[in-house]
């Protein structure tokens, strides 16, 4: 099916809540959205050194899936999607925290939200869908809306990493077998350099404080109009929570066994056991819960997962 726009490409992902919950994470699993969503609020909130003082804004809120698990921690949390379905979705998912507001977004650009209305802004796995020009003028409303001395996490895929490179040439294979009379797919995966991402946050007015490139994600954090003493204050506290904010070489090395798994280049029970025989920590966990969710949703394909007890 060709969509025209962001919006109807997401709704249509979001027909239902469980495709909606397949869209944000791939899993389909209450579970293992829940897992995800901890994972990613634990790198938001030391990126932003969330305090629980912040009003903190998402763009690309999905079905909520940081937002849940992330508002404790804000004074207020407001996310957007171009998808209203997705916000209907979550909105479902967060009912009961009374510090949350969602709202549906019509094109690029926060216009609801007022100048300087928050401390805090981020987006994750949001930007690398995203044409460039929609890419820069959603940086430059993240611009807007913060305040002076606010801060942004903002992340997108990393071309120069060599599994980013690889995930890159995922989509050239895929469109190199697709019908090339209809347009690309709008919803498609999307990559910059870390140079390339730079010039797009530095020319929407945001100061890059840290960037961690050392994966297959850029990520960077940069703030709006801080004072020298903040900037110093800032650029030390993200050297000091790197390990914290920054996706480890473990993480991009299962991630890059998971690709193998997803796009049919190695069997599921392959990953699995390689797993079983690396030390037990939380990302091998993590991943063993999610590769177990997609071999669920894969039966057709891959025959029944075995009952896999963690250690």
Same mark, same amino acid.
């Given at each position: 099916m060709?969509?025209?726009s962001?919006?109807?490409f997401?709704n249509?992902?979001?027909a239902?809540p ?8 791939g899993?389909?699993s209450?579970?293992i959205?829940r897992?995800t969503g ?6 938001v909130?030391?990126?932003?050194g969330?305090d ?17 698990e992330l508002?404790r921690h804000?004074?207020?949390?407001h996310?957007v ?8 979705v979550?909105?479902s998912?967060l009912?009961? =925290?009374?510090n ?7 094109r ?6 007022a100048d300087?209305s928050?401390?805090r802004a ?10 460039k020009?929609d ?5 430059r409303?993240?611009?807007r ?7 942004a996490?903002l992340?997108?895929w ?10 890159w040439r995922?989509?050239v294979?895929?469109?190199d077998?697709?019908?090339q ?5 709008v919803?498609?995966?999307?990559f910059?350099?870390?140079e390339e ?9 945001l100061?890059?404080l840290?960037?961690f490139?050392e994966s ?5 954090v940069a703030?709006?109009?801080?004072s020298e003493?903040d900037?110093?204050r800032?650029?030390a506290r993200?050297?000091e929570e790197?390990?914290?904010?920054a996706?480890s070489?473990?993480?991009?090395e =299962?991630?890059?066994?998971l ?8 069997p599921?029970g392959?990953?699995?056991?390689a797993?079983?025989e690396r030390?037990?920590?939380d990302?091998?966990e993590?991943?063993?819960?999610y =590769?177990?969710a997609?071999?669920r ?5 891959w ?5 896999v007890?963690?250690?």
């Amino acid at each position: 099916m060709e969509f025209e726009s962001y919006s109807s490409f997401w709704n249509q992902q979001a027909a239902t809540p469980e495709a909606a919950l397949a869209a944000v994470d791939g899993s389909a699993s209450e579970d293992i959205v829940r897992r995800t969503g901890r994972w990613t609020a634990a790198q938001v909130r030391a990126a932003l050194g969330l305090d629980g003082s912040q009003r903190v804004l998402e763009l690309g809120c999905g079905v909520g899936r940081i937002g849940r698990e992330l508002a404790r921690h804000c004074r207020s949390w407001h996310g957007v999607d171009i998808s209203a379905a997705m916000v209907e979705v979550a909105s479902s998912r967060l009912a009961g =925290l009374e510090n949350v507001t969602v709202s549906a977004l019509t094109r690029t650009t926060l216009e609801p939200l007022a100048d300087a209305s928050f401390e805090r802004a981020y987006t994750v796995a949001v930007l690398c869908h995203m044409d460039k020009e929609d890419l820069y003028l959603y940086l430059r409303e993240i611009h807007r809306v913060l305040a002076d001395g606010g801060l942004a996490y903002l992340e997108t895929w990393n071309l120069a990493h060599p599994m980013g490179w690889k995930r890159w040439r995922f989509e050239v294979d895929n469109w190199d077998r697709a019908d090339q009379t209809r347009r690309k797919d709008v919803g498609r995966n999307q990559f910059c350099s870390p140079e390339e991402f730079g010039l797009y946050v530095s020319g929407a007015g945001l100061e890059p404080l840290a960037r961690f490139i050392e994966s297959p994600w850029i990520q960077v954090v940069a703030g709006k109009n801080l004072s020298e003493k903040d900037r110093r204050r800032e650029r030390a506290r993200l050297t000091e929570e790197k390990a914290r904010i920054a996706y480890s070489p473990l993480w991009g090395e =299962l991630f890059g066994e998971l690709l193998e798994v997803i796009y049919g280049v190695r069997p599921p029970g392959e990953m699995l056991a390689a797993l079983a025989e690396r030390e037990p920590n939380d990302e091998t966990e993590l991943f063993r819960a999610y =590769l177990l969710a997609l071999w669920r949703q894969g039966e057709a394909q891959w025959g029944e997962p075995p009952s896999v007890k963690a250690p």
